[in-house]
């Protein structure tokens, strides 16, 4: 089973990176882009298990060692 987790800052986070793509977009013209926020794909290789059971774990994964729970939120999907 593949999963992926998708690491973002929480609103009201300051994303340098995100806020440096953006001004560069404004100076290339692109005026319709309002915003850009950078996160992380993380992608995680499993053993056959349930759907349930693997959810579960990758939260427990997520919330421990992939996003520092006071600046970012994850979500996890599974494929």
Do not use: C, W
């Amino acid at each position: 089973m593949k999963a992926k987790v998708f690491v973002t800052y929480r609103d009201g986070v300051l994303d340098p990176q995100g806020q440096t793509i953006f001004e560069v977009l404004k100076q290339h013209g692109h005026d319709s882009v309002r915003n850009i926020r950078v996160g992380k794909m993380i992608e995680v290789e499993l053993d056959d298990m349930d759907a349930d059971q693997a959810k579960t774990m990758l939260n427990d994964i997520s919330d421990k060692m992939f996003a520092n729970p006071i600046t970012e939120t994850f979500r996890v999907e599974l494929a």
